[in-house]
């Protein structure tokens, strides 16, 4: 078998405030393989995010082993982090996270400015082909305050596509979108998954959401307590 | 990111906020232009000292009485009276380096003229004046030995002197007083071109010091010769000559004090620039100041700007940013927003002081803008966009990813 795109093992996260220590993560061990969609619900709290951040790469865990595709990346420091992030993962915030007042163009090429070896016409050739992929080519030249909250996610995916990353990270993605938008995002994520065979790990409150990924887990006071698999649990879903 | 890009990057954000961006750079103009023009007229100072001096000749010596010691305190009293008509005389027959000798009596004086007065300075000189001087008459003619010898009352008057007392009417042959004493007016000077009360050679007349001495201070000793090397390249030999001379005539033994001294021209312009120099540089010290005021305003926005945009810089670091680029990307922000308004600075400075030479008081120097001055105050305003830029970028640099991404 080849390697697990994430392996991670006996994962802690404690964040100190004052004199008191929070306990985020509390020994999380998982594996993702190459490919897979993950689905990571769980009541508010439960470490969620803590957790997405030091898959992300944007945190560190405070023990444990993080391997991303092989490599350690636990003990690396602020700039080789930020390397990894910016060759191996795509990030899909649930507040959109775009540059305000900048066009969808420029906010969807953002990756490239930090990596080397591409010039500006090529870097826009990606930047518009990202944005046909959402079906977003005719926005390019909006501000990205001009567009509507689903189309903000769109450019969102495509700025997270444009390094052609092994990996993309979604948190809470569709917080902020009604349904019909969801599902029109959901169906964007489905197929980066099962055509570009994407390894996609999504966090989500919303139960029928989930059931577009293929494997569940469900978290509590920083731990893992179930996992499913397939459509186990989505019976009673629409889909 | 390469420099073009990230320089792009920053244009980019400041045009986002044109106002502050044109405001903040203003500090930077503001103090750029200052430097610059009062630079430009503290260098046309000097330039103009210096062109008063030339114009005055190079060859040009002085005898004075009293020491050139430093201490300064002269003995005996009577310090300052030592030279006589005759020191002049023998220096011109006797130093084959010198060609003319001017014994020099000077006074002020009411001088009257019909119902009109004016104060003015009256200068005693040889005949040889003009000569000595390199000054030209632009009317009648300069008064001769005989007329010196006779303690003649006859007089040459400067262009300001002339026009104040005989506005448009011809001078020549006319009678005026000094002291009740009627002088005849038997030549004018061509005007030197200076107008104001500083220095104004122009606001004078000359009389035989000869005149002087006999009729009008009553005085024995002359207060200074002037001499004309025959050459400039002879000046400095001129001047050992002299010395040589005057301390056989004055009975001065080895290793005791002069009790007179020479100067030459290019000591005195020397001395002169110099009081110009530090004019230049108590001016431009000035002016820096608002461009360290300038560079305030830009750690000041940049700071704010840091603040407003965690967010951004969040999202930067979360596509791939290493903390060198985004503290490149803010330095360049504070360095393009110096650089731009250092050059508008240049072009602003080059404005005013082309201005300032059109108001009364300046009008006098020729306002020059040195490419010293544009360089130095452009390389200025670079560093103090680094210098105070390099804090707020810093600290961009340093936020947490995480945290700059909630940032509300
Ligand atoms: N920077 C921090 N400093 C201190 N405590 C923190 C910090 N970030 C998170 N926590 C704590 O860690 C725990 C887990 O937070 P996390 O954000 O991972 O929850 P979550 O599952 O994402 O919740 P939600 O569904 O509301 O987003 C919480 O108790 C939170 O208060
Ligand atoms: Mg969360």
């Known amino acids: 078998m080849s390697t697990p795109a994430i392996q991670i093992d006996d994962l802690t996260k404690v964040y100190k405030v004052g004199e008191t220590a929070v306990h985020a993560l509390r020994g999380i061990s998982y594996k993702v393989e190459s490919g897979e969609f993950l689905a990571i619900m769980g009541p508010s709290g439960s470490g969620k995010s803590t957790l997405m951040n030091i898959i992300g790469c944007l945190d560190r865990p405070t023990t444990g082993q993080y391997l991303l595709e092989g490599e350690e990346v636990s003990t690396f420091d602020r700039d080789k982090l930020a390397r990894i992030r910016n060759q191996k993962i795509g990030f899909v915030f649930q507040t959109f996270n775009l540059l305000p007042r900048t066009s969808a163009l420029e906010n969807a090429e953002l990756p490239l400015l930090y990596s080397s070896h591409i010039n500006s016409k090529q870097r826009r050739e990606l930047a518009l082909k990202a944005l046909e992929s959402v079906g977003l080519k005719d926005r390019a030249h909006h501000k990205t305050n001009q567009l509507s909250g689903g189309e903000q996610q769109r450019i969102a995916i495509a700025r997270a596509l444009l390094n052609s990353p092994s990996l993309i990270l979604a948190d809470e993605p569709t917080g902020n979108l009604d349904t019909k938008t969801s599902a029109e995002i959901m169906e964007i994520f489905t197929r980066l998954n099962e055509d570009k065979k994407i390894t996609l790990v999504m966090v989500t409150h919303e139960p029928d959401i989930a059931c577009y990924a293929k494997k569940r887990i469900y978290m509590r006071d920083g731990k893992i307590i179930r996992e499913e698999k397939g459509r186990e649990g989505c019976e009673d879903q629409a889909r | ?408």
Request: include cysteine; charge should be positive.
């Open chain 2, 1 to 408: 990111m390469n420099i073009l890009r990230t320089s792009r990057v920053a244009l980019r954000a400041l045009g986002r906020n044109k106002m502050r961006s044109f405001l903040t750079a203003l500090g930077i103009i503001i103090g750029v232009g200052a430097v610059i023009s009062m630079v430009s007229i503290g260098e046309g100072a000097k330039r103009g000292v210096e062109d008063r001096f030339a114009s005055m000749g190079t060859n040009l010596l002085f005898v004075s009485p009293g020491s050139r010691s430093s201490h300064g305190v002269h003995s005996g009293s009577g310090g300052f009276n030592t030279l006589k008509p005759e020191d002049a005389t023998a220096i011109e027959t006797q130093c084959d380096a010198v060609k003319y000798t001017s014994p020099s009596a000077s006074t002020r004086a009411q001088v009257v003229y019909g119902n009109k007065n004016w104060s003015t300075s009256i200068q005693g000189t040889g005949a040889m004046y003009p000569e000595v001087r390199n000054w030209e008459l632009d009317q009648g003619t300069y008064f001769d030995e005989g007329h010196v010898r006779t303690a003649a009352k006859v007089c040459v008057l400067g262009s300001e002197v002339k026009k104040s007392l005989f506005e448009g009417e011809d001078a020549i042959g006319k009678i005026i007083r000094v002291k009740a004493i009627p002088f005849r007016v038997i030549g004018v000077f061509k005007s030197k071109g200076e107008s104001g009360g500083w220095f104004n050679r122009d606001d004078m007349m000359t009389v035989p010091y000869t005149t002087v001495m006999k009729r009008l201070t009553g005085q024995e000793y002359i207060s200074s010769i002037d001499i004309s090397a025959v050459s400039s390249a002879r000046t400095k030999e001129a001047q050992t000559q002299i010395e040589e001379l005057m301390r056989v005539r004055h009975k001065i033994a080895p290793g005791a004090e002069d009790d007179f001294q020479v100067r030459n021209m290019s000591e005195i312009a020397e001395g002169a620039a110099q009081a110009t120099q530090i004019m230049t540089i108590l001016l431009g010290s000035i002016a820096s100041i608002s461009l360290l005021v300038g560079g305030i305003g830009i750690m000041n926005i940049m700071l704010v700007s840091v603040t407003e945009r965690i967010r951004e810089i969040g999202i930067r670091m979360a596509v791939g940013a290493r903390q060198k680029d985004i503290l490149l990307q803010f330095l360049t922000e504070a360095i393009v927003l110096s650089v731009l308004g250092g050059l508008i600075g240049v072009f602003f400075g080059i404005g005013l002081s082309k201005i300032l030479h059109y108001i009364k008081i300046f009008s006098e120097f020729k306002t020059t803008v040195s490419p010293s001055s544009i360089i130095m105050a452009f390389a200025f305003s670079a560093s103090v966009g680094i210098f105070f830029g390099f804090y707020p970028a810093r600290k961009a640099s340093r936020l947490d990813p995480i945290e700059a991404l909630r940032y509300e």
